[in-house]
T-cell receptor, first 112, second 109 residues
Framework: DGGITQSPKYLFRKEGQNVTLSCEQN?????MYWYRQDPGQGLRLIYY???????QKGDIAEGYSVSREKKESFPLTVTSAQKNPTAFYLC???????????FGSGTRLTVV | AQRVTQPEKLLSVFKGAPVELKCNYS??????LFWYVQYSRQRLQLLLR??SRESIKGFTADLNKGETSFHLKKPFAQEEDSAMYYC???????????FGTGTRLQVFP
């Protein structure tokens, strides 16, 4: 069953801690993306990767980091430098053929 | 700067009424535009693309370059159309999407 999997579904973090969100896809898609979804603000792009071992900052990259060591995986680390990390995070992938994205089910991160 | 604007946060209609969800964009090149939908407790999913000129679930959207709009329309709304709808614009050659802030459609029986 092809798809994109995000884990965990819910994540709680103490202030000052780094935390890593997982995103895995078995669709053989080249490109992967991380978005942040906040009420009233839509989806904002954090980072994206068009190919393995390469990634670019999106519109709100500060306080986040990513890696793309494997085609299937694009983990996102929310660092302690991110001032307002509580949000819903969405991962997506695409085959770069203009056919649109496949989205994961999301991770809700809460800072306690 | 490239931007997608969805002016309505909430649109409420009765079943059988026509629906139009507005989307305007600002982009200097030739855009590729999409509508995505998120039903309750489901993943965000692609509804339609302007290059396909298709009708999905009775919805259509026409790209109007003169008005820089890509409004989503359906002549007769159904209760199952209730969802969050996002308009998105793609940068050429990257597939990177810029999303609007979304419009919640509520269809009452």
């Amino acid at each position: 069953d092809g798809g994109i999997t995000q884990s965990p579904k819910y994540l709680f973090r103490k202030e000052g801690q780094n935390v890593t969100l997982s995103c895995e896809q078995n669709l053989n898609h080249d490109a992967m993306y991380w978005y942040r979804q906040d009420p009233g603000q839509g989806l904002r792009l954090i980072y994206y990767s068009q190919i393995v071992n390469d990634f670019q900052k999106g519109d709100i990259a500060e306080g986040y980091s990513v890696s793309r060591e494997k085609k299937e995986s694009f983990p996102l680390t929310v660092t302690s430098a991110q001032k307002n990390p509580t949000a819903f995070y969405l991962c997506a992938s695409s085959n770069r053929a203009g056919k649109g994205y496949t989205f994961g089910s999301g991770t809700r991160l809460t800072v306690v | 700067a490239q931007r997608v604007t969805q002016p309505e946060k909430l649109l409420s209609v009765f079943k059988g009424a026509p629906v139009e969800l507005k989307c305007n964009y600002s982009y200097s090149g030739s855009p590729e535009l999409f509508w995505y939908v998120q039903y309750s407790r489901q993943r965000l999913q692609l509804l339609l693309r302007h290059i396909s000129r298709e009708s999905i679930k009775g919805f259509t959207a026409d790209l109007n370059k003169g008005e820089t709009s890509f409004h989503l329309k359906k002549p007769f709304a159904q209760e199952e159309d209730s969802a969050m709808y996002y308009c998105a614009l793609s940068y050429p050659n990257t597939d990177k999407l810029i999303f609007g802030t979304g419009t919640r459609l509520q269809v009452f029986p």
